[in-house]
């Protein structure tokens, strides 16, 4: 498949190059340093230098890697060797609004980069065609190869340009709004797991040490305790000869042998019980280890869940059953956020967005009026609480309306955007932390978690 994709894009590029060539000879052969101002043969597809000056930011942005433009500026000397990358990316868009050799090149790395998609888009020749491939690779999240296929494409249009434009420019306000920091966030916590995992592996091989040590000295106890069962029968043996014999003085000896006897066992039963106190040690670190990995499995199920809206594709309508397993889908529903981070608000509403939901939101009672939060806990299908940043007062009163109406609930340990994540895939599949009052108007029972202010 690699050889059969590499000879297609030097095909493409074969064309494209004739292309150009033939579009040189007709204006007069010009030199490839020099701008042309002729007007070019509809039936060929446009030049980068062509698309015009507002278009050249983002597909250069966009369509190329910063090593790739960083690259062509200083193979043509138009950079110091300083320059950072917003230096590097100005001045490469700035020479490509006319034609010259450092256009050129960018223009002929661009089409063997996305020669697949060029070949896409010149298959078309109607404007409705090459919005809809341009909105379906979009939508698929590949709109780096499509936005140069659908800017240069023969079908491509002033209204074409301008939407690409349009769409480009809003995706990329969407996606800086909160990449950063998710990407952060992610990092954080996979650093924290790596060190879980660590301090995990040390506990365990500790534990295998302290079991292999105790097992070593309980193999030595227990030949203590059989010369110390030897040496009794032989004292028991002693003693009756002892009474067999007259002489005192062969008496005290063998009571002195006996004591003697004695205290080892006393000391071989202290080495007994110190075994049973490592013993109880082991047991207390096989606890810990089973706490560290219930913690670890959650973290896990946080990054996992924050991976699912940030990867995950959006289902087509073929395989809708499938997109159930890539996040939740709340079909319209309004989840009311009490609490949280005020400055990851949009994020939150982000990923419920992405849900198919709709965020209320209220911060708990740090600056929004509580008188608030009861109208906003009726036009509220279900409700999510991150309890480490909220108000005291607006956590009991949504706990008291949440058991009275039944009303879906769950209740998060961490503001995160990963813990939130987690919180909506719980809310999706059913869980709640309220179970509601029963027939006999007594509340029952719910899960009892610390609050935090």
């Known amino acids: 498949m690699s050889a059969s994709f590499e000879q297609l894009s030097t095909s493409l ?30 039936k060929l597809p446009a030049r980068l230098w062509e698309i015009g000056d507002k278009l050249l930011c983002p597909v250069v942005g966009t369509c190329l890697s910063m090593d790739e433009v960083r690259k062509l500026a200083r193979k043509f000397g138009v950079i110091p060797a300083d320059a950072n990358d917003y230096d590097a990316h100005v001045t490469v868009v700035s020479h490509c609004k006319k034609r010259n050799a450092l256009a050129e ?6 089409d063997r980069k996305h020669a697949l998609w060029l070949g896409r888009f010149a298959k078309l020749k109607r404007e409705a065609e090459a919005l809809n491939m341009w909105l379906a690779a979009l939508e698929r999240g590949e709109a780096a190869g499509a936005m140069w296929g659908a800017l240069t494409c023969r079908a491509a249009t ?24 998710d990407l952060a966030h992610v990092e ?13 592996r040390r506990y365990k091989r500790r534990g295998d040490e302290e079991l292999a040590s105790r097992a070593m000295r309980i193999r030595h106890l227990e030949q203590a305790l059989a010369s110390a069962e030897l040496r009794a029968r032989e004292a028991d043996a002693l003693r009756q000869q002892l009474n067999e014999q007259a002489s005192s003085r062969r008496m005290d000896a063998l009571e002195r042998s006996l004591a003697a006897a004695v205290a080892h066992a006393e000391a071989m039963n202290l080495k007994v019980e110190r075994a049973q106190g490592l013993e109880e040690r082991l047991t ?28 995950a594709p959006q289902p087509c309508d073929v395989c809708v059953a499938d997109a159930a397993d890539v996040r939740p889908d709340f079909a319209g529903q309004r989840l009311l956020c009490v609490g949280g981070r005020t400055h990851l608000q949009a994020q939150y509403r982000g990923l419920v967005e992405r849900a198919g939901g709709t965020l209320l939101y209220h911060d708990g009672g740090r600056e929004e009026a509580l008188s608030r939060l009861p109208e906003m806990l009726g036009q509220a299908d279900a409700v999510i609480c991150p309890i480490d940043c909220v108000g005291h007062p607006a956590y009991y009163q949504l706990k008291r309306h949440c058991k009275q109406a039944g009303k879906p609930c769950v209740l998060l340990r961490r503001s995160g955007l990963a813990s939130f994540a987690e919180g909506l895939r719980r809310l999706a599949d059913g869980q709640s932390e309220f179970s509601g009052y ?16």
Do not use: N
């Not at 090149?105 to 661009?110: E, I, P, S």
């Not at 954080?188 to 995990?200: D, H, I, W």
């Open 13 to 42: 590029f074969d064309v494209w190059t004739q292309r150009f060539h033939a579009l040189d000879a007709e204006q007069g052969g010009q030199p490839s340093g020099v701008a042309v101002d002729a007007p070019r043969a509809s």
């Open 105 to 110: 090149a960018v223009q002929q790395t661009l």
């Open 158 to 181: 002033a209204a074409l340009r301008q939407r690409v434009y349009e769409d480009i420019h809003m995706l990329s306000h969407q996606l800086g709004a909160g990449a950063r920091a």
């Open 188 to 200: 954080t916590l996979e650093q924290r797991l790596g060190e879980v995992e660590a301090e995990s």
């Open 284 to 311: 207390a670190l096989q606890t810990d280890h089973k706490k560290l990995t219930e913690a670890l499995k959650s973290v896990q199920a946080e990054r996992d869940a924050l991976e699912r809206y940030l990867d």
């Open 438 to 453: 029963g027939k006999s108007g007594v509340a029952e029972p719910a899960t009892q978690i610390m609050l935090k202010v």
